[in-house]
């Protein structure tokens, strides 16, 4: 349990196998560089220990979702560059220039509000650097191809901005049989082939950075990969696809689950066959057992539905089911004729001796992926970096 922490309830983070996914992945992806997805405060690992963790692995940049979550990475000191993976409102536009960040625009309000920030902000700084997102397929944000094409001839014209890179995001690269992904490809090539190579802009910009692949793409798919590869999840140690297609390099790099969350036993009480738990009753015990409790809830991640669907947590060494409808802070175990008692260490995820328990188990048992997971687990549990 972590000083300073009274509620015995924790989640670990282990930087050196978040560093050694992201060397792995960088070896794996070469010559093309890693950027490292670090939004939703790092997947829940925290994003300033993930940032660092990658960028110690190989990586050459980073990826946020929000304004905000880049803002708080420069503010601890992070100098690599950050991308943004969504256009910024036209505030959040002064905010990112400010910062050094480099938006994503996908609209002609985008590009004026970034060209506004930038002429406002520049002060004779070098152009801002913008990528433009081109809509292939996943249809959730991303200009269709001939808008993108339009944008990229603004963006040269301008005085103040640059052509940073030229992206698209993949919506089944996790399924390498379906030909889809390959459909994509080949639409965004055609606005690659477009506009060749792009190199108009306000001060003697290099060649675009063009890229196209997240993590199952990177592992799936040599042709996404161009010269930049955004990767989330395999970072985190969960690969997206189980393995690589015929005729691609194998197997796939070993990526190390890098969170555990854990806590300790509050209450144990003995409880006699039909005996029933929780809000609802409705976990019934079969036989005498033990019952214990443990200090964390659907406050903390872990869905009310957790138990009765299936869910797990390891005491001494052996699973033990959740025992009915978990509750906003609290959930209880079946342990049977385990000797069990207040503080003995609970494993909801991670290993404890032989077993194991992976975000993939839970996404098993709850329907869900295990991204959801990982993101789903709260700020009330706080993290230590092992």
């Given amino acids: 349990m972590p000083k300073g922490h009274r509620?015995?309830?924790?989640?670990?983070?282990?930087?050196?196998?978040?560093?050694?996914?992201?060397?792995?992945m960088s070896s794996w992806v070469a010559p093309a560089e890693l950027c490292a997805v670090v939004k939703a405060d790092g997947?829940?690992?925290?994003?300033?220990?993930?940032?660092?963790?990658?960028?110690?692995?190989?990586?050459?940049?980073?990826?946020?979702?929000?304004?905000?979550?880049g803002i708080e990475l420069r503010q601890a000191g992070i100098a690599a560059p950050i991308l943004l993976l969504s256009e910024p409102s036209a505030g959040g536009m002064e905010d990112a220039v400010i910062h050094g960040l480099c938006p994503t625009i996908y609209t002609s309000d985008g590009l004026r509000a970034v060209e506004r920030?930038?002429?406002?902000?520049?002060?004779?700084?070098?152009?801002?650097?913008?990528?433009?997102?081109?809509?292939?397929?996943?249809?959730?944000?991303?200009?269709?191809?001939?808008?993108?094409?339009?944008?990229?001839?603004e963006v040269g014209e301008s005085t103040v901005l640059e052509v940073g890179g030229?992206?698209?995001?993949?919506?089944?690269?996790?399924?390498?049989?379906?030909?889809?992904?390959?459909?994509?490809?080949?639409?965004?090539?055609?606005?690659?082939?477009?506009?060749?190579?792009?190199?108009?802009?306000?001060?003697?910009?290099?060649?675009?950075?063009?890229?196209?692949?997240?993590?199952a793409a990177?592992?799936?798919?040599?042709?996404?990969?161009?010269?930049?590869?955004?990767?989330?999840?395999?970072?985190?140690?969960?690969?997206p696809i189980?393995?690589?297609?015929?005729g691609l390099p194998a197997p796939l790099p070993r990526f190390e689950p890098a969170l555990s969350l854990k806590g300790r036993i509050s209450y144990v009480k003995e409880l006699g066959p039909g005996e029933r738990i929780s809000y609802g009753l409705a976990y019934r015990v079969k036989e005498a057992t033990s019952i214990a409790t443990v200090p964390l809830g659907y406050a903390d991640g872990i869905p009310r539905r957790f138990g009765n669907s299936g869910g797990h947590a390891i005491v001494?060494?052996?699973?033990?089911?959740?025992?009915?409808?978990?509750?906003?802070?609290?959930?209880?175990?079946?342990?049977?004729?385990?000797?069990?008692?207040?503080?003995?260490?609970?494993?909801?995820?991670?290993?404890?001796?032989?077993?194991?328990?992976?975000?993939?188990?839970w996404a098993e048992w709850l329907g869900v992926i295990p991204y959801e997971v990982l993101c789903g687990i709260g700020p009330r549990v706080p993290r230590v970096v092992v």
Wanted: hydrophobic share 45%; charged share 20%.
């Fill in 43 to 69: 997947y829940g690992h925290g994003a300033l220990t993930a940032a660092t963790a990658f960028l110690a692995g190989g990586a050459r940049s980073l990826a946020v979702a929000l304004v905000e979550e």
């Fill in 218 to 239: 990177a592992l799936a798919f040599p042709a996404s990969r161009f010269e930049m590869v955004r990767c989330g999840i395999a970072l985190y140690g969960y690969s």
């Fill in 166 to 215: 030229i992206w698209t995001h993949l919506a089944v690269a996790d399924e390498p049989d379906d030909d889809y992904t390959a459909g994509q490809l080949a639409l965004f090539d055609q606005v690659l082939s477009t506009r060749g190579a792009y190199s108009q802009g306000a001060s003697s910009p290099a060649k675009p950075i063009f890229h196209a692949a997240n993590s």
């Fill in 316 to 361: 001494g060494g052996r699973r033990c089911r959740v025992a009915g409808n978990v509750t906003m802070d609290q959930l209880m175990l079946d342990c049977g004729q385990s000797a069990v008692a207040a503080g003995d260490e609970v494993v909801l995820l991670g290993r404890q001796g032989a077993e194991v328990i992976t975000a993939e188990d």
């Fill in 117 to 153: 920030a930038a002429a406002l902000l520049g002060n004779g700084r070098s152009a801002v650097r913008v990528h433009v997102k081109v809509d292939t397929g996943m249809h959730r944000v991303g200009a269709p191809p001939e808008a993108a094409v339009r944008l990229l001839d």
């Fill in 7 to 24: 509620r015995p309830a924790w989640a670990e983070v282990n930087a050196g196998a978040l560093e050694r996914n992201a060397r792995a």
């Fill in 242 to 246: 189980d393995a690589v297609p015929a």
